[in-house]
């Protein structure tokens, strides 16, 4: 029976992305490029200085034509790291497992680009198409699976898989971009934590850390899964005195510290990474000199302006009505379920109840998207949220799932149909603004 629901899981999610490329090919090709500034960058095939992006054939003009749609705004840096590595300060923003990824398995098509005389850009397009529809099918049966697991319910994971799969923020999914590759190690990473696979865990945490910085959050289901273990200890010795042995308290601390350092190392190991690649030369950048040299806080404040409250200006409240959906079903949904709780539920952490329910099982998924929500809106480019959150927190598709599911006694029925069309038309009208917005160029990042 699990199998044969993940079969449909897989259909579900490669038929979403079928249609995701059919979608992105319509609206490319329906609107010119409302931003053609990106022609002059290095990895346009537009630029004149890179003579072997020619498009050489009627094949290579098709593929690239109808896969342009993948290669808007960021999907640039991914595509020419992905091709030239990291050849720019700048580029040290974007981490390196996608593009990593991307130009494998290009090498992988070298055979067909000689056999079709397609130039580079159509190769790493095809390349970005493959990775991102393995790693978000991948990423669709992980959630599914992990929903399954705290839910006990086959037919609420694959509502729930519905909802990811015609997201909101499902052009970055299908584009050029790390979303897929980062939710695919999210969920998984999830889920063999909630089975209590803690290295195998890591090790995949350690892969988000990898492909975005924000991977580093992940940290946090690690410390968390430790304290519900320590929990139980620490209740015997105030219930009944039982003594604590020390040498299970340092044990338990070192395995711990261990897979955090795991999940720590590859963002450790890229900054290191830069430091050898841009500072060994006369003309060093000013981070070069820090204490701490560290690449991308400098790259993200100095070429994006990012920053805590950087963002709050009058000329980006537009950005803020972008972003305005995924905060209101967020804020909405945690609140919903920390009414619920009581107030020595919501201190402990939900650590100190011994039988728990479904309820309790989610708090660190619902504090994690809190904390996503908080550091979203506080100190990134606060259009970047919805695929912030939508490809890090399984929770924000459990509280839309929650708010489409039949009414419960708690809830009237008005109450209810408004929360469930709030979901579908957000979901529907973001799914094909996404689409048609960002494939053509406009401010849709």
């Avoid at 449909?8 to 090709?29: D, G, H, M, P």
């Avoid at 790493?124 to 990423?139: D, K, Q």
């Avoid at 803020?320 to 079903?329: D, I, K, R």
Wanted: positive net charge; glycine residues 4%.
């Amino acid at each position: 029976m699990a199998d044969l629901g993940v079969k449909r899981v897989i259909k579900i999610a490669f038929i979403s992305r079928i249609f995701s490329l059919l979608l992105q090919n319509v609206s490319n090709n329906l609107l010119v490029d409302y931003d053609t500034s990106v022609e002059h960058y290095p990895c346009h095939p537009n630029t004149t200085n890179r003579p072997s992006h020619k498009q050489n054939t009627i094949i290579d003009q098709l593929i690239s034509s109808s896969l342009d749609g993948l290669s808007k705004w960021d999907a640039v840096y991914f595509l020419d790291i992905a091709r030239n590595g990291y050849q720019y300060e700048q580029n040290m923003a974007f981490f390196p497992l996608f593009p990593l990824s991307v130009h494998t398995f290009g090498l992988i098509l070298t055979p067909l680009k000689l056999l079709l005389n397609l130039s580079d850009r159509s190769r790493l397009l095809l390349s970005a198409m493959f990775v991102n529809t393995v790693a978000f099918t991948i990423a669709a049966v992980g959630l599914y699976k992990l929903t399954q697991t705290i839910f006990h319910s086959s037919k609420l994971a694959q509502r729930v898989v519905v909802l990811f799969c015609f997201n909101p923020a499902s052009v970055f999914f299908s584009a050029a971009y790390s979303e897929s590759i980062f939710a695919m190690t999210q969920f998984w990473g999830m889920l063999f934590l909630e089975r209590d696979h803690h290295l195998t865990s890591a090790l995949i945490f350690a892969l988000g850390t990898t492909a975005r910085s924000n991977g580093l959050i992940s940290c946090g289901f690690i410390g968390y899964k430790c304290l519900q273990e320590i929990t139980p200890l620490y209740r015997l010795f105030m219930l009944k005195g039982e003594r604590i042995r020390p040498k299970t308290v340092v044990l338990k601390s070192l395995k711990v510290t261990s897979f955090l350092f795991i999940i720590i190392l590859p963002f450790l190991l890229f900054q290191y990474y830069g430091y050898h690649l841009f500072c060994k030369n006369p003309q060093f950048s000013p981070w070069c000199d820090h204490y701490l040299p560290i690449p991308y806080s400098y790259i993200q404040k100095h070429y994006w302006n990012v920053g805590f409250l950087k963002y709050y200006e009058l000329k980006q409240v537009p950005n803020f009505v972008l972003a305005s959906p995924v905060v209101v079903l967020s804020v909405a949904g945690v609140y919903e379920y920390l009414a619920r709780q009581t107030k020595k539920d919501i201190l402990s952490l939900g650590l100190w109840v011994v039988k728990k329910t479904n309820s309790l099982n989610i708090f660190v998924y619902v504090v994690h998207l809190g904390f996503l929500l908080a550091f979203g809106i506080a100190s990134i480019h606060v259009q970047v949220v919805t695929r912030f959150i939508l490809s890090s927190s399984p929770m924000v598709y459990w509280i839309a799932v929650s708010w489409v599911t039949p009414p419960s006694r708690d809830d009237s029925k008005i109450h209810s149909n408004l929360k469930a069309n709030f979901v579908y038309i957000y979901f529907l009208l973001f799914y094909c603004l996404g689409y048609l917005l960002h494939c053509n160029f406009y401010p849709w990042t």
